[in-house]
Structures are given as structure tokens and as C-alpha cells.
């Protein structure tokens, strides 16, 4: 067996494993990793969504167990620190040596610190590991606690704005600063950088170009940037963010051959100076260049595990392409190609909108056939588009701004055509290098048949995931050609949509699954067919969850909310969030009589958490009895209408909206559809309720009510859509009912109301001739559809109590009274939370 | 963590020393999951009616170690029986173990097998 030792477990280092645990030979080779961070390699590209909860462990690149199992002995938190070359041994800091026969350096980089005066101060940080990560939200910690907010991010760069992302997620005020006349300098123009300035500024964090720092102000803490031009920044901590040195240490002290600014010299086989020594990622310098991007790291890893394992012809491409795609603060951002080109023999030809915020450039050979490259800001949407156009040097059209305006006139639809029109080789999947024909191949061959299948059999789509449109499009295309429909069919099972098994569950008047599965699907089922299932005969039958308990959405099941460590929330209904001062004496005593950390929520009403599945019952035993019922928040059910306190109290309320959200929660309670349902009433259109954020929103205003629809919070919030103005109460309602009906008609599962709406040809246009002028001649069935549901509704909670069966499964245990022994809570703030994951 | 998951070992039907009487085929929902205990173990065991046939597994989902694989769904994939963890949908082969939508660490299974109207999983102590 030889022994392969690599020294640094970062993304690419991990990726060489991966590679070599792929190949063909591994079984010959004895593989030792040393890292010197405490944890396995994680995902450095996504560090900023540390502060979003990800945690470590959702950011590691593997599952704890993955080394093991694949025979790799991995030592965390070792530093080796002496290679000896001429016995091809190295060192750790403790002296303890490992022998090898194939040396791998993938020790990456370290964050770059300008020799400014001062960035020994406290408050002064570099962003680059989860250490340095817990460090700044410590600091930001005690700075919040003191009032100061103020933080600077050194660096416009790709890394900068990251940082500054992370900073300003941290509830600081972010301030970047930026020694160059731009942002992103290495891959934006002026025009690019000033869109991508007033995207980011209109989010509220602040920017300062041509800004040098002479020192750091402050005595011991850190006080303020003095730039060299004699103005100042004053601000309570910095994050260094300007660049990376790559970690040659270990071997320039060995001898190997570095550059003049570092980096270990490798030729095109990864190989260093020394033939059993090969570097890759941020420490190797290839073509006199350091790569501090993912892909071309990812693909030394591929040909240093060539090139050990003895397929030699296997080497690094002469031109590494550094296009990039990204999403910055919230805005597209993507460079591709020569995107800076300014030479004679191309031309630039430029897209500017200030009002949506949209800069594309391209360039343009003279005579107009090729694409050189190209920025794109605000709508990255056409770069999977014309990086292949430019990567595979296709021929562009007659008039070369089509590329970037569209085909005004006509609708051709995509930019480049056919899909199937790019040649095999070109790269599709940059992340995995994966290309054209190997995504097409898989499903020539048969191997697989559906996106998912190709995802998981050619690992295409699972790096930064942005060629996931283009993958979806070669595999529709491929099945296509091969006489295979291609449809958005709900799973395996299922040879349909959502909307034509509502159809056929309807038609057939289907009310067991089996007999759904037997006649019109195959297998088992899933856990995505059976929910489906579950809430279409919801939506037409007006069960409840309770019916047939094993398809139910686990939520659904147990009638409540699984929580972080498996025990369940509780939220009984609060209808608009009103509430006498003696129901809520009673939601105090149940809260405290089964010890349940307790919280408003953002909809107005009471969560109990840390119940055990046993309490579920008792808990709601107790609640209903005192008059409360089920709330539905585990449910794809209408949760709240929230309310403000509109004219009963308000004295600038134009309209009862109380009255009016009790009146609609109370009518739509229950009430089971495609995704979650939220709703609004606001007194005026000061919008307390922001019932614009909301599936259905009611505001007040002279002369009646304007109804808004579509809108949610969430990851992507969307403000709802005016359907109709001046709308008095029946009118509402009547809109609302058609509207909620023909939504849990047609849409996909979980398919929220503004996704949908997106998906309606026509819009909201469409939508007020549907529900408003009866354009598909169905207004009167909706009613009477929903008319049903609403009249048979029952709390699903109350039938629950009341029945022996149902009560079955409350018990964590079949054969044993006992609870589950594995829950253990800690204290917090004089209540309890779920001990930590680990 | 780790220790939790110590304790179960996947048993093939020929290694099995004991064969406990879990609890009543009623007692277990049709074509769903239910959990019992044995011992120190804390194990899922599920009823696939429309095969007429049952599988077992550890409770205990490899992912966040919450003890929560047998208020999951079942089905199948491409014919192989899974089970889908309540808390974020992995899912995992009940015939190896195996997790089938990422790579976390395949979980332990156990023999299952009906005497009239009883129960019985297969353990090797």
C-alpha cells in the first residue's frame, strides 16, 4: 500500500479526498488528512450564512462519520509544521512523524493584513473561519450591549462584501471600504460597480470608495480609520477582508520552490518541485497565478488524483476560466469571460436601467461573431446562457444586443435556442465539471430518469447550484428526444400533477389513498405523494388530519409542531389576535402547568413549546375545555388573520378591522390547501396589520376595503397585488372565496400564493378576470365548493380528545408507559430551550 | 453524540439470539410507524400493510440524534421501503439502512417477524 498524506482539510483538500475516494485505484493507496482547524472542512463559499443559523455542521462538507468510512484517517486540529523531504516524512508540532509517499499540499490561504498601523488593536478582525466568525459575533455581542454599531469591512471584493453581509446580519452598521475607485475591481467595470453601490446602499449598508487607510485611531480598542486624505471613518471594530497570502510556510522552509509574492510553483500535472510533492487550490501558483476561487480548485484536486493514481494524460487546462456567478447582499452578481476587455479589436456593448437596477455588458469581437465575455448585475438570470455561448465560442446573432435586451418583437424564447444546440463538451456544471454529454449520457444509457436522478448519478448542480435551470433543461430536452414525456409529475408514484389528481380525486370521488395509489399510481408511495393526497381530500372532502393518520404530513399527524429535539409546540386559535384578560390567564396556567417555554407569535397568538408527544393531549384537554380549539399552525392550512386595532380604538382607523379579520379567520379556519395561508386586516393605510405581506390582505380606506393578494414574508418576501378597490364586506368575501378555491385547485404542492401567481399567464390581470368578471365561467362552483368546507368544518383537535383510537398515538411508546429518556432541556431566561445540537 | 448511536447494531435474521415480543399487530398503524422500547433501546419498527410486510430500524434519526425515525413516513423508492425522518426529510433504505438523499451514516436495522397476532424484532442480546 502507498502512503498518500495531505496536509489541510479545506473545500479543495476535502474535494481531493472525494476525488480519490471515487477513483478507480483507491484501494491501493492509504490515505492521511491533517487539518489543523478543529473541524472537518466545511464550506467556506456560504460562511456568512453562519450567521443565518446555519450551523457548523450544515456548512461541513461531509457527515461526521464519511472519513471513516471510507478509510481515511483524518486528524483534526494537528498542524504539521516540517516536511523532510529527503526521508519523505513529516512533522506535527509535537514532533510525532508520518511517512508518505505522495506529499499533497492543500494548505489554502490566510486572510491578507495590510501593514496598516494599528491592526493589532482590539476590534480589529479578519474573516476567514468559524473561529473567526464566533470572534466578531462575540465582539459584536458586547458592542451592541454598549451601543455601538458602527463596523467597517476593509475590502470591496467578493470576500469584502460577503463580510460586510455577515456584519450587517450581525445588526451592525456596515461600512466598506475600498482602496480602489470600485467594487469588485477584478471583476466589475465602473458602470457594474455603481449599479451593484446603489443595490447595496438601498439595503442600508454604507460605501466608501478611494479610501486608504493611513492607521487605525484608537488607544488599545480600536476608534476609527484615519485615511491617508485626512478624512475618518469612526467605527467601533474592522473586518479585514482584502485579499488572501497563500500558506506556503511549511513548504518554502522545505525547500520546494515558491513564487516571489508566494504560492508553491506547480507545472500542469499539479506537481511541485519535487516529484512525490504535489499543491493545490489557493496555495499552488499555476501560470504564475494563485485561483482564489472554488472550480479551478476543485479541479487540481481532480488532476493531482489523476496524476498519483498514473493517468498521466490527465492534466490542468493551460486557460482557467474565473467567471463567476453569485448572489452579494442579496443582488445577482456575475462576470464571465474577458468582462473588462477594453481592446480595439472588440466593442462593449452596454445595458443600463436605473429604475429596476439591472447593468449588462458584453463584448463583442469587432466583426460580431464571438462573445468575449461580460458583466451582468441586479439579473443574472441569462449567465448560464451566455457563459456557453461564450465558452463554446457559438455564433452570436445578427444584432449582438439581443444577447443582453432580448429579441424585441418576437418571443424565441431562450437565448440560446435549443438547448441541445451547445456541444457536448461544454461544461455545464463549472462546480463539478460536469459537462453536456455526460448529463444527456446518463440518460441515454438509462441509468436515470428524472432531474434527480441525474443530480445525484453526475453530481452536476450540487456545488453553487446556479446551472440547476440549465441542467432541468437538458434533461427535459434529453427525455424528449428519446420519446419520453417529460412532466412535473408529483413523485415516482405518480404520473401526474397536482392539479390533475385533484381532478381525478374528485372525478372518482376517491377517500383512501390506497385506492388513489392502486388505480392511478404505482409502488408504495412517499413522503411527498401522501400528503399531496392527504390535503387534496381535505380541500374537497373537508376531513380532517385525523382521518387516515399514516399519510398525514408528520405535523398533520400529531396535530402540532415537531421542534428542534423532537418534542412538539402547541398554538390554540386566537382569532385576529383578540383576546379577553381571561383566556389569557388560562394560556398562562396551562403554560405553566406543563412547564412549556412560551412566546408571542408574529401572527398574534400564544406558542407553548417543549410538550412531549404524551402531554399533546392533556395540553388540549385542558385548552378546550376552557372554550380555546386548535389553531392550525402545524397544518398547509390558513394560520391568522392578523389585525391592527382599527376604528374601535384607533383614532385614525377608517373601518372595524378586528371585527372583519375574526370574521374571515373564523370563516377560512381550517381550511386545507397547497401551502400554508396567512391573511391581514388593516384599519387604514397605515398597514399595522402589513396585510400586504400576507396571501390575502384586507386595508381600509374612503369608500370600503381594497383587497390585496399573493404576498408572504419569508425568505422571498413579495408584497401582495391589488385585485379590487372600495370592495365592501360581501364583496370581499365573495372575491376571497373564489380565490382561495380556484388556488387549492390549481396550484403545485407547496406552492405558496405569489409562486403561484407567478406562475398564471396573465398575472393578476388574469386573476381579476377569473375571480372578479367569471372569465372561465366557474365563479359559481367555487363558491359552492368552498361553501361546503367552511360549513363542515371541525376542530380537528377537539375530534382527537374525544377518541380512544386517536389517543393511541400519543404514546411515545407502544409496549411501555415511559417517555423518551433521550430529551434534555436546558434553562434560559427563567424558561427552558432544547439542549444544543451537537 | 456518538454513544447514542453505539447501541444499535444492525442484526441480520441469522445472528438473532432473542426474538421479543414487542406488542400486538394492532397497535401499530397501518402502512405508518410506531415505537417501542427494548431495553436501553428505543427502536422503530413499521407496518407495510400493502406488502404485507414489516421492517425495523433504529428510533434514532443519525442526522440530529433525536429520537424520531418512527413518526416518520413510509413508502418507497425505486421499490426499496424507506422511511422519511419527521425533522428534515432524510430518507433511509429499511432494508440496509442506507440514508438515499445524502450521506449521513446508514442506521441500524432489525428483523422483524409476526406470530399471530404478536410482534416479535430480532436482537443478538
Not at chain 1, 407569535?601 to 413549546?609: E, I, L, M, N, S
Amino acid at each position: 500500500m502507498k502512503k498518500v498524506v495531505v496536509i489541510g482539510n479545506g473545500m479543495v483538500g476535502y474535494k481531493f479526498c472525494e476525488k480519490f475516494v471515487a477513483s478507480k485505484k483507491f484501494s491501493e493507496y492509504e490515505l492521511t488528512v491533517f487539518g489543523e482547524e478543529s473541524r472537518r472542512a466545511y464550506d467556506r463559499v456560504h460562511l456568512s450564512e453562519y450567521y443565518t443559523g446555519k450551523t457548523a455542521e450544515d456548512l461541513s462538507m461531509s457527515s461526521a462519520t464519511w472519513y471513516e468510512e471510507n478509510n481515511i484517517d483524518l486528524h483534526t486540529s494537528e498542524m504539521i509544521t516540517e516536511i523532510n523531504r529527503y526521508e519523505k516524512k513529516v512533522a506535527n508540532h509535537r514532533g510525532t512523524t508520518y511517512s508518505y509517499d505522495y506529499l499533497v499540499l492543500a494548505t489554502g490561504s490566510s486572510a491578507f493584513v495590510p501593514p496598516i498601523p494599528g491592526v493589532e488593536k482590539e476590534g480589529v478582525f479578519v474573516y476567514r473561519t468559524i473561529e473567526d466568525l464566533e470572534a466578531i459575533e462575540a465582539y459584536a455581542k458586547t458592542l451592541k450591549y454598549k451601543g455601538k454599531i458602527q463596523a467597517a469591512v476593509l475590502g470591496g471584493g467578493l470576500l469584502g462584501l460577503e463580510a460586510a453581509n455577515a456584519v450587517k446580519e450581525l445588526g451592525l452598521e456596515a461600512h466598506i471600504v475600498e482602496f480602489a475607485p470600485r467594487l469588485m475591481p477584478r471583476q466589475l467595470d465602473q458602470g457594474g460597480s455603481d449599479m451593484l453601490q446603489a443595490k447595496i446602499e438601498n439595503l442600508g449598508l454604507h460605501i466608501h470608495l478611494n479610501k486608504q487607510t493611513n492607521f487605525i485611531q484608537g488607544d488599545k480598542t480600536i476608534e476609527g480609520l484615519q485615511y491617508i486624505d485626512d478624512t475618518e471613518l469612526k467605527v467601533d471594530m474592522l473586518v479585514i477582508s482584502a485579499g488572501i497570502r497563500p500558506r506556503d510556510e511549511v513548504a518554502r522552509e522545505s525547500g520546494l520552490e515558491v513564487g516571489l509574492r508566494g504560492g508553491i510553483i506547480v507545472d500542469n500535472t499539479m506537481k511541485t518541485s519535487d516529484d512525490h510533492i504535489y499543491a493545490i487550490g489557493e496555495v499552488a501558483l499555476y501560470n504564475n497565478m494563485i485561483y482564489g476561487l472554488v472550480a479551478p480548485g476543485y479541479d487540481m484536486s481532480e488532476v493531482a488524483v489523476s496524476q498519483i493514481t498514473g493517468e498521466t494524460d490527465h492534466t490542468m487546462t493551460a486557460h482557467i476560466d474565473m467567471s463567476t456567478q453569485l448572489k452579494l447582499i442579496g443582488t445577482e452578481v456575475a462576470s464571465f469571460g474577458d468582462a473588462l476587455y477594453d481592446g480595439d479589436d472588440a466593442d462593449a456593448i452596454v445595458y443600463k436601467n436605473k429604475r429596476s437596477r439591472v447593468y449588462k455588458r458584453i463584448n463583442v469581437s469587432k466583426d460580431g461573431s464571438r462573445l468575449l465575455g461580460g458583466i451582468l448585475v441586479g439579473d443574472s438570470s441569462d449567465y448560464n446562457a451566455l457563459f456557453q455561448i461564450y465558452n463554446t465560442a457559438m455564433k452570436l446573432p445578427e444584432n449582438p444586443e439581443d444577447l443582453i435586451l432580448g429579441n424585441r418583437g418576437s418571443d424565441t424564447g431562450s437565448l440560446l435556442g435549443n438547448v441541445m444546440d451547445l456541444p457536448d463538451d461544454a461544461q455545464i456544471c463549472s462546480c463539478e465539471s460536469v459537462s453536456k454529454s455526460a448529463i444527456c449520457g446518463v440518460i441515454q444509457d438509462g441509468s436515470c430518469d428524472t432531474l434527480g436522478g441525474v443530480i445525484t448519478c453526475t453530481k452536476a448542480a450540487t456545488g453553487c447550484g446556479g446551472c440547476k435551470p440549465m441542467v432541468k433543461d437538458l434533461v427535459d430536452a434529453t427525455l424528449k428526444s428519446l420519446g419520453k414525456e417529460v412532466k412535473d409529475t408529483i413523485c415516482e408514484h405518480f404520473e401526474f400533477n397536482r392539479q390533475e389528481l385533484f381532478d381525478i380525486i374528485k372525478l372518482k370521488k376517491y377517500r383512501k389513498y390506497d385506492d388513489v395509489i392502486d388505480h392511478h399510481g404505482q409502488g408504495d408511495g412517499c413522503e411527498v405523494c401522501k400528503p399531496v393526497i392527504a390535503s387534496i381530500m381535505a380541500s374537497i372532502y373537508a376531513d380532517t388530519a385525523n382521518k387516515e393518520e399514516a399519510i398525514q404530513d408528520s405535523n398533520d399527524r400529531f396535530l402540532a409542531n415537531i421542534q428542534r429535539n423532537g418534542t412538539y409546540s402547541v398554538v390554540p386559535r386566537i382569532p385576529a389576535g383578540e383576546i379577553t384578560p381571561d383566556k389569557l390567564i388560562v394560556l398562562g396556567e396551562v403554560g405553566k402547568k406543563y412547564d412549556l417555554y412560551t412566546k408571542i407569535t408574529g401572527g398574534q397568538r400564544v406558542d407553548f413549546f417543549g410538550a412531549r408527544l404524551d402531554q399533546l393531549p392533556k395540553i388540549w384537554k385542558d385548552l378546550i375545555d376552557h372554550g380555546f380549539e386548535s389553531g392550525h399552525a402545524y397544518g398547509k392550512s390558513l394560520r391568522t388573520v392578523k389585525s391592527c386595532v382599527g376604528s374601535t380604538w384607533c383614532r385614525y382607523g377608517m373601518d372595524e378591522s378586528v371585527s372583519f379579520a375574526i370574521e374571515l379567520e373564523e370563516r377560512y379556519k381550517g381550511l386545507r390547501s397547497p401551502h400554508k395561508l396567512k391573511g391581514g386586516v388593516s384599519g387604514c393605510i397605515r398597514e399595522c396589520a402589513e396585510a400586504r405581506c400576507k396571501d390575502f390582505g384586507v386595508i381600509a380606506v374612503e369608500g370600503g376595503w381594497n383587497l390585496y393578494l399573493c404576498g408572504n414574508g419569508g425568505a422571498n418576501p413579495k408584497h401582495a397585488e391589488l385585485l379590487a378597490e372600495q370592495i365592501d364586506n360581501e364583496t370581499v368575501i365573495k372575491y376571497l372565496d373564489r380565490f382561495l378555491m380556484f388556488y387549492i385547485r390549481t396550484a403545485a404542492p407547496l406552492q405558496r400564493t405569489a409562486k403561484w401567481l407567478d406562475t398564471l399567464e396573465g398575472g393578476i390581470e388574469y386573476l381579476k378576470e377569473v375571480v372578479m368578471n367569471d372569465k372561465l365561467g366557474l365563479t359559481e362552483e367555487l363558491e359552492a365548493e368552498i361553501s361546503k368546507l367552511i360549513n363542515n368544518f371541525q376542530c380537528e383537535w377537539t375530534q382527537a380528545i374525544e377518541d380512544e383510537e386517536i389517543m393511541k398515538r400519543f404514546n411515545h411508546f407502544v409496549n411501555s408507559e415511559e417517555t423518551d429518556d433521550n430529551l434534555v432541556f436546558v434553562p434560559l431566561r427563567d424558561q427552558k430551550m432544547p439542549e444544543h445540537w451537537k | 453524540m456518538e454513544e447514542i448511536l453505539e447501541i444499535y447494531k444492525t442484526t441480520s435474521i441469522e445472528d438473532v439470539t432473542v426474538w421479543y415480543k414487542a406488542a400486538r399487530v394492532d397497535d401499530f398503524p397501518k402502512n405508518g410507524g410506531a415505537c417501542i422500547k427494548y431495553k436501553e433501546k428505543q427502536i422503530a419498527v413499521f407496518n407495510f400493510e400493502r406488502k404485507n410486510t414489516w421492517y425495523a430500524c433504529q428510533n434514532v434519526c443519525p442526522h440530529k440524534m433525536e429520537m424520531v425515525l418512527s413518526r416518520g413516513m413510509i413508502g418507497d423508492q425505486n421499490n426499496i421501503p424507506k422511511v422519511a425522518c419527521p425533522m428534515h426529510k432524510k430518507t433511509f433504505s429499511l432494508v440496509d439502512g442506507k440514508n438515499l438523499n445524502g450521506d449521513l451514516a446508514p442506521i441500524a436495522t432489525y428483523p422483524v417477524k409476526i406470530e399471530g397476532d404478536s410482534v416479535y424484532i430480532g436482537f443478538s442480546e
